[in-house]
Protein backbone atom coordinates (compact mmCIF):
# COMPACT_ATOMS: atom_id res chain seq x y z
CA UNK A 1 0.00 0.00 0.00
CA UNK A 2 1.45 3.42 -0.85
CA UNK A 3 1.77 5.29 2.26
CA UNK A 4 2.89 8.56 0.50
CA UNK A 5 0.96 12.12 1.75
CA UNK A 6 -0.17 12.61 -1.39
CA UNK A 7 -1.94 9.38 -1.43
CA UNK A 8 -3.69 9.72 1.68
CA UNK A 9 -4.39 13.23 1.40
CA UNK A 10 -5.85 13.06 -2.09
CA UNK A 11 -9.15 10.88 -1.21
CA UNK A 12 -9.19 12.91 2.05
CA UNK A 13 -9.59 15.91 0.09
CA UNK A 14 -12.80 14.40 -2.00
CA UNK A 15 -14.54 12.75 0.53
CA UNK A 16 -14.22 16.00 2.78
CA UNK A 17 -15.52 17.68 -0.20
CA UNK A 18 -18.48 15.38 -1.44
CA UNK A 19 -19.65 15.79 2.20
CA UNK A 20 -19.65 19.79 1.46
CA UNK A 21 -21.40 19.27 -1.33
CA UNK A 22 -24.05 17.42 -0.42
CA UNK A 23 -25.00 19.06 2.70
CA UNK A 24 -24.66 22.21 0.83
CA UNK A 25 -27.36 21.12 -1.81
CA UNK A 26 -29.60 19.39 0.79
CA UNK A 27 -31.02 22.98 2.03
CA UNK A 28 -33.35 21.02 4.75
CA UNK A 29 -30.46 20.19 6.89
CA UNK A 30 -29.18 23.18 6.42
CA UNK A 31 -32.35 24.53 8.45
CA UNK A 32 -32.66 21.76 10.03
CA UNK A 33 -29.21 22.98 11.91
CA UNK A 34 -29.20 26.29 12.02
CA UNK A 35 -32.80 27.03 12.70
CA UNK A 36 -33.54 24.46 15.32
CA UNK A 37 -31.32 25.51 17.91
CA UNK A 38 -31.72 29.09 16.68
CA UNK A 39 -35.74 28.42 17.45
CA UNK A 40 -34.76 27.01 21.08
CA UNK A 41 -32.21 29.92 22.07
CA UNK A 42 -34.92 31.91 21.56
CA UNK A 43 -38.03 30.51 23.17
CA UNK A 44 -35.97 29.18 25.80
CA UNK A 45 -34.04 32.46 26.36
CA UNK A 46 -36.81 34.40 26.60
CA UNK A 47 -38.80 31.89 28.48
CA UNK A 48 -36.20 31.41 31.50
CA UNK A 49 -34.76 34.70 31.42
CA UNK A 50 -36.91 36.21 34.12
CA UNK A 51 -36.04 33.87 36.82
CA UNK A 52 -32.46 33.27 35.57
CA UNK A 53 -29.78 33.98 37.89
CA UNK A 54 -26.49 32.55 37.87
CA UNK A 55 -24.38 31.90 41.71
CA UNK A 56 -20.95 31.44 39.85
CA UNK A 57 -21.12 35.28 37.89
CA UNK A 58 -20.82 38.45 39.62
CA UNK A 59 -22.07 40.01 36.61
CA UNK A 60 -25.69 40.45 35.61
CA UNK A 61 -25.65 38.18 32.37
CA UNK A 62 -28.75 37.24 30.92
CA UNK A 63 -30.02 34.27 30.11
CA UNK A 64 -29.85 35.26 26.55
CA UNK A 65 -25.76 35.51 27.45
CA UNK A 66 -25.79 32.44 29.36
CA UNK A 67 -27.34 30.01 26.59
CA UNK A 68 -25.51 31.58 23.71
CA UNK A 69 -22.80 29.36 24.13
CA UNK A 70 -24.14 25.95 24.44
CA UNK A 71 -27.00 26.87 21.29
CA UNK A 72 -23.20 27.62 19.30
CA UNK A 73 -22.04 23.34 20.29
CA UNK A 74 -26.00 22.68 19.72
CA UNK A 75 -26.09 24.03 16.37
CA UNK A 76 -22.36 22.40 15.67
CA UNK A 77 -23.81 18.95 17.03
CA UNK A 78 -26.66 19.03 14.68
CA UNK A 79 -24.41 19.79 11.86
CA UNK A 80 -22.00 16.92 12.50
CA UNK A 81 -24.99 14.83 13.25
CA UNK A 82 -26.53 15.81 9.53
CA UNK A 83 -23.22 15.11 8.26
CA UNK A 84 -22.59 12.07 9.61
CA UNK A 85 -25.84 10.39 8.30
CA UNK A 86 -23.69 10.36 4.96
CA UNK A 87 -22.00 7.16 6.49
CA UNK A 88 -25.18 5.54 6.99
CA UNK A 89 -26.10 6.53 3.40
CA UNK A 90 -22.71 5.89 1.53
CA UNK A 91 -23.16 2.16 3.15
CA UNK A 92 -26.31 1.90 2.05
CA UNK A 93 -25.81 2.95 -1.47
CA UNK A 94 -22.47 1.18 -2.02
CA UNK A 95 -20.12 3.72 -1.87
CA UNK A 96 -18.47 2.59 1.84
CA UNK A 97 -18.27 -0.64 0.51
CA UNK A 98 -15.90 0.64 -2.54
CA UNK A 99 -13.92 2.60 -0.51
CA UNK A 100 -13.35 0.30 2.12
CA UNK A 101 -11.91 -2.44 -0.52
CA UNK A 102 -9.90 0.18 -2.09
CA UNK A 103 -5.93 0.27 -1.49
CA UNK A 104 -6.26 3.32 0.75
CA UNK A 105 -5.23 3.83 4.43
CA UNK A 106 -7.68 3.12 7.27
CA UNK A 107 -7.42 6.74 8.30
CA UNK A 108 -8.85 8.52 5.03
CA UNK A 109 -12.19 7.41 5.41
CA UNK A 110 -12.69 8.77 9.01
CA UNK A 111 -10.41 11.67 8.20
CA UNK A 112 -12.40 12.83 5.26
CA UNK A 113 -15.48 12.95 7.02
CA UNK A 114 -13.98 14.18 10.67
CA UNK A 115 -12.59 16.90 8.23
CA UNK A 116 -15.93 17.75 6.52
CA UNK A 117 -18.13 17.52 9.48
CA UNK A 118 -15.83 19.81 11.26
CA UNK A 119 -15.79 22.72 7.74
CA UNK A 120 -19.83 22.75 7.81
CA UNK A 121 -19.96 22.73 12.31
CA UNK A 122 -17.23 25.90 11.84
CA UNK A 123 -19.60 27.84 9.14
CA UNK A 124 -22.62 27.58 10.94
CA UNK A 125 -21.24 28.50 14.35
CA UNK A 126 -19.74 31.44 12.45
CA UNK A 127 -23.24 32.32 11.07
CA UNK A 128 -24.52 32.31 14.41
CA UNK A 129 -22.37 34.74 16.29
CA UNK A 130 -24.22 37.43 13.92
CA UNK A 131 -26.29 36.88 16.32
CA UNK A 132 -24.64 38.12 19.73
CA UNK A 133 -25.54 41.53 19.73
CA UNK A 134 -28.83 40.23 20.17
CA UNK A 135 -27.89 38.68 23.16
CA UNK A 136 -25.54 42.01 24.05
CA UNK A 137 -22.34 39.74 23.67
CA UNK A 138 -19.77 41.92 21.97
CA UNK A 139 -16.95 39.96 19.74
CA UNK A 140 -14.22 41.89 19.19
CA UNK A 141 -10.79 40.67 17.03
CA UNK A 142 -9.16 39.35 20.46
CA UNK A 143 -12.38 37.20 21.26
CA UNK A 144 -12.68 36.20 17.29
CA UNK A 145 -8.89 34.58 17.18
CA UNK A 146 -10.36 32.59 20.48
CA UNK A 147 -13.33 31.29 18.85
CA UNK A 148 -11.89 29.95 15.96
CA UNK A 149 -9.28 27.86 17.49
CA UNK A 150 -12.34 26.54 19.84
CA UNK A 151 -14.69 26.25 17.19
CA UNK A 152 -12.51 23.64 15.02
CA UNK A 153 -11.82 21.63 17.92
CA UNK A 154 -15.41 21.66 19.18
CA UNK A 155 -16.80 20.97 15.34
CA UNK A 156 -14.28 18.21 15.14
CA UNK A 157 -15.49 16.02 18.64
CA UNK A 158 -18.99 16.58 17.66
CA UNK A 159 -18.16 15.56 14.37
CA UNK A 160 -16.16 12.19 16.29
CA UNK A 161 -19.39 11.63 18.51
CA UNK A 162 -21.33 11.63 15.42
CA UNK A 163 -19.43 9.60 13.31
CA UNK A 164 -18.93 6.58 16.19
CA UNK A 165 -23.05 6.87 16.30
CA UNK A 166 -23.28 6.41 12.50
CA UNK A 167 -20.56 4.02 11.52
CA UNK A 168 -22.29 0.27 13.61
CA UNK A 169 -25.85 1.71 11.98
CA UNK A 170 -27.85 0.35 9.79
CA UNK A 171 -30.11 2.81 9.28
CA UNK A 172 -31.40 6.60 10.03
CA UNK A 173 -34.16 5.42 12.46
CA UNK A 174 -31.33 3.77 14.87
CA UNK A 175 -29.10 6.90 14.41
CA UNK A 176 -31.59 9.71 15.56
CA UNK A 177 -32.69 7.09 18.73
CA UNK A 178 -29.17 7.14 19.86
CA UNK A 179 -28.97 10.51 19.05
CA UNK A 180 -31.89 11.33 21.71
CA UNK A 181 -31.10 9.16 24.18
CA UNK A 182 -26.63 9.16 24.44
CA UNK A 183 -26.19 12.78 22.05
CA UNK A 184 -28.83 15.10 23.50
CA UNK A 185 -28.34 14.58 27.16
CA UNK A 186 -24.41 14.72 26.58
CA UNK A 187 -25.03 18.04 25.87
CA UNK A 188 -27.89 19.12 28.59
CA UNK A 189 -25.72 18.03 31.19
CA UNK A 190 -22.66 20.19 30.18
CA UNK A 191 -23.94 22.89 31.40
CA UNK A 192 -25.21 24.45 28.32
CA UNK A 193 -28.75 24.92 29.29
CA UNK A 194 -28.30 25.42 33.03
CA UNK A 195 -25.17 26.06 35.06
CA UNK A 196 -23.98 22.78 36.87
CA UNK A 197 -23.48 22.77 40.26
CA UNK A 198 -19.92 22.77 42.24
CA UNK A 199 -19.24 20.31 45.51
CA UNK A 200 -19.75 16.54 45.34
CA UNK A 201 -23.15 16.08 44.31
CA UNK A 202 -23.78 13.47 41.21
CA UNK A 203 -24.44 16.56 38.92
CA UNK A 204 -21.05 18.10 39.36
CA UNK A 205 -19.31 14.95 38.77
CA UNK A 206 -21.60 14.49 35.56
CA UNK A 207 -20.67 17.60 34.41
CA UNK A 208 -16.59 17.25 35.30
CA UNK A 209 -16.57 14.13 33.13
CA UNK A 210 -19.10 15.05 30.51
CA UNK A 211 -16.43 15.37 27.84
CA UNK A 212 -18.98 18.07 26.20
CA UNK A 213 -18.84 20.45 29.12
CA UNK A 214 -15.59 21.19 27.98
CA UNK A 215 -16.39 22.34 24.72
CA UNK A 216 -19.08 24.61 25.96
CA UNK A 217 -16.35 25.96 28.60
CA UNK A 218 -13.97 26.70 25.75
CA UNK A 219 -16.63 28.96 24.09
CA UNK A 220 -17.90 30.70 26.56
CA UNK A 221 -14.45 31.50 28.24
CA UNK A 222 -13.32 32.82 24.32
CA UNK A 223 -16.43 35.29 24.62
CA UNK A 224 -15.69 36.10 27.98
CA UNK A 225 -11.72 36.35 27.62
CA UNK A 226 -11.39 39.95 28.46
CA UNK A 227 -12.93 39.92 31.54
CA UNK A 228 -11.41 39.12 35.09
CA UNK A 229 -13.34 36.33 35.98
CA UNK A 230 -11.96 34.19 33.00
CA UNK A 231 -8.28 33.94 33.25
CA UNK A 232 -6.68 32.99 29.90
CA UNK A 233 -5.86 29.55 31.74
CA UNK A 234 -9.36 28.64 31.87
CA UNK A 235 -9.75 29.02 28.46
CA UNK A 236 -6.51 27.03 27.83
CA UNK A 237 -7.69 24.17 29.77
CA UNK A 238 -10.90 23.59 28.10
CA UNK A 239 -8.98 23.65 24.85
CA UNK A 240 -7.06 21.04 25.91
CA UNK A 241 -9.47 18.43 26.89
CA UNK A 242 -11.43 19.34 23.97
CA UNK A 243 -8.67 18.47 22.12
CA UNK A 244 -7.63 15.50 23.65
CA UNK A 245 -11.66 14.22 23.21
CA UNK A 246 -10.99 14.81 19.85
CA UNK A 247 -8.06 12.59 19.47
CA UNK A 248 -9.69 10.36 21.43
CA UNK A 249 -12.52 9.78 19.08
CA UNK A 250 -10.68 10.27 15.81
CA UNK A 251 -8.29 6.80 17.14
CA UNK A 252 -11.23 4.52 17.89
CA UNK A 253 -12.72 5.87 14.70
CA UNK A 254 -9.69 4.82 12.70
CA UNK A 255 -9.40 1.28 14.85
CA UNK A 256 -13.15 0.57 13.25
CA UNK A 257 -12.68 1.32 10.22
CA UNK A 258 -8.88 -0.48 10.35
CA UNK A 259 -10.93 -3.79 11.77
CA UNK A 260 -14.48 -3.93 10.43
CA UNK A 261 -16.95 -6.79 11.68
CA UNK A 262 -18.12 -9.18 9.28
CA UNK A 263 -21.63 -9.31 9.40
CA UNK A 264 -23.38 -13.11 9.31
Known amino acids: MNNSPQFLWTPVKALWWRDVIRFLRQRNRII ?59 RREGFLQGALVAPLSPATIPLGKFLGGTTLAVLQAILFCLLAPLAHIPIGFGQALLLLPAFILVGFCMTGLGFLVAWPMDS ?57 LVPLSDYLFSLLITALFGAVTFGVSYYLVAHPKKKT
Open 172 to 228: TQGFHAIMNIFLMPLWMMSGALFPMPVGSGWLYWVGLLNPVSYSVSAIRDALMIGTP
Open 32 to 90: GALATPLVFWLLVGSGFGPSFHNSASSTNETYLAYFFPGTIVLIMLFTAIFSTISVIED
